[in-house]
């Protein structure tokens, strides 16, 4: 008889694990790059030597774009994100730029653009690719993803955003 239960005991150990298993790969969207995601979490120095995680802003709605100094379309777009980071902070937006620093033609060139063009958004640096690993870069710069409160991409934009493709976005989590 002991072992009859201790049989059964198993058996519902076995299932409430497999059942918890199977209930956390449904309920939670699997990490990755594509819209409906988990955004993967990052954590890269800026230009003082402090680090940023995107888990830094949990809670908040994150714009995270994605850019370099060469590039016309990423230089166009810079002061209207700045502008959604100064507008919008306060109302929990956050914008992060993160340089794609491996595609730069030199480590300064970066830097020197930023004396050149400054900003008061964060400007974080992807100096040894490992952003890029997660956050691969799919047809050239720009690229910006929209990340909600829950850490869920819910856009993602290949190309040059203007201010109303910005508020666009922003408006419907503010």
């Not at 058996?11 to 694990?17: G, H």
């Not at 209930?23 to 939670?28: D, E, I, K, P």
């Not at 995107?54 to 810079?78: H, K, T």
Request: aromatic share 10%.
């Amino acid at each position: 008889m002991v072992k009859k239960w201790l049989s059964i005991g198993v058996v519902l150990v076995a299932l409430a694990v497999v059942g918890g298993i199977v209930y956390q790969n449904v309920s939670s969207p699997p990490v990755g790059v594509n819209q409906g995601e988990q955004a993967p979490d990052f954590d890269l120095p800026q230009q003082n030597g402090e680090n940023i995680s995107l888990s830094d802003f949990d809670e908040n709605f994150v714009i995270v774009n994605l850019w370099a100094s060469w590039c016309e379309p990423c230089i166009r777009e810079f002061p209207v994100l700045d502008d959604a980071h100064q507008n919008y902070e306060d109302e929990g937006v956050h914008v992060i730029a993160v340089n794609m620093a491996t595609t730069e033609r030199s480590p300064d060139e970066a830097l020197a653009f930023l004396e050149e063009n400054p900003v008061s958004m964060p400007i974080v640096f992807d100096e040894d690719g490992e952003f890029a690993d997660d956050y691969p870069l799919r047809d050239g710069l720009p690229q910006t993803y929209f990340i909600n409160e829950e850490g869920i991409i819910v856009d993602v934009h290949r190309g040059e955003l203007t201010e109303e493709m910005l508020d666009e976005r922003i408006q419907p989590f503010l």
